[in-house]
Nanobody
Framework: QVQLVESGGGLVQPGGSLRLSCAGSGSILSIYAMGWYRQAPGKQRELVATVTDDSRTNYADSVKGRFTISMDNAKRMVYLQMNSLKPEDTAVYYC??????????????WGQGTQVTVSS
């Protein structure tokens, strides 16, 4: 059983900052990548940022230069530092991980999500 638990969401004014954290636990043998996705009301879930076990990162164009993703593989943690937040960043943010639980089983797992609201 694998769990991904997000924290750090909340209400912030435009231009403000938040830091999201995601903790992985359970039968994790190795992690290949972790990432953040978001889903705004009435919209499809979209990629925000991903990071691989060899530190390669990928960002959505809409967050480049404002958001920074990082991973502590030993602690099974991924972080998303969000600066210069805009109202259009308002969404439920989901943690995601591509990981191996046994020598033969590799899957993608999702957290429950954390709400981020950017509003004055």
């Amino acid at each position: 059983q694998v769990q991904l638990v997000e924290s750090g969401g909340g209400l912030v004014q435009p231009g403000g900052s938040l830091r999201l954290s995601c903790a992985g636990s359970g039968s994790i043998l190795s992690i290949y990548a972790m990432g953040w996705y978001r889903q705004a009301p009435g919209k499809q879930r979209e990629l925000v940022a991903t990071v691989t076990d060899d530190s390669r990162t990928n960002y959505a164009d809409s967050v480049k230069g404002r958001f920074t993703i990082s991973m502590d593989n030993a602690k099974r943690m991924v972080y998303l530092q969000m600066n210069s937040l805009k109202p259009e960043d308002t969404a439920v943010y989901y943690c995601n991980s591509d990981l191996r639980t046994t020598r033969w089983i590799r899957n993608t797992y999702w957290g429950q999500g954390t709400q981020v609201t950017v509003s004055s």
